[in-house]
Nanobody
Framework: VQLQASGGGLVQAGGSLRLSCELS????????VGWIRQAPGKEREAVSC????????YYAESVKGRFTIFEDNSKSTVYLQMNSLNAEDTAIYYC????????????????????????WGKGTLVTVSS
């Protein structure tokens, strides 16, 4: 099982980026895929998740309405479209296989549960300049 994240870069505040996560060894028929980010000096934070078998999508409160997670038809690539970026979005973004299939809180926000994230890709750096 491998995941490869790409698409990061430097963008001005208000701009957009699209991240990609290529899956190998599994597809979205098996498990969900989550995006997690880690800003400098901060803990990892759940961003978004797409559940398996055409399941629902989930977001962190901080990115709702700005980020969109979706898959390609082959279910082997997961994208994260990020719009209206701001400096607080600056972080290394990781995609991971979520064997808990996108756990969420009572508000429907995706939550970070490391025990369920059993395969990680190398991160891609997103830097938003203000």
């Amino acid at each position: 099982v491998q995941l490869q994240a790409s698409g990061g870069g430097l963008v001005q505040a208000g701009g957009s980026l699209r991240l990609s996560c290529e899956l190998s060894g599994f597809t979205l028929d098996d498990d969900g895929v989550g995006w997690i980010r880690q800003a400098p000096g901060k803990e990892r934070e759940a961003v978004s998740c797409i559940a398996s078998n055409d399941g629902p999508t989930y977001y962190a409160e901080s990115v709702k309405g700005r980020f969109t997670i979706f898959e390609d038809n082959s279910k082997s690539t997961v994208y994260l479209q990020m719009n209206s970026l701001n400096a607080e979005d600056t972080a290394i973004y990781y995609c991971a296989r979520d064997s808990f299939n996108c756990p969420y809180d009572y508000n429907g926000n995706y939550i970070y549960m490391e025990r369920g994230l059993n395969s990680w890709g190398k991160g891609t750096l997103v830097t938003v300049s203000s």
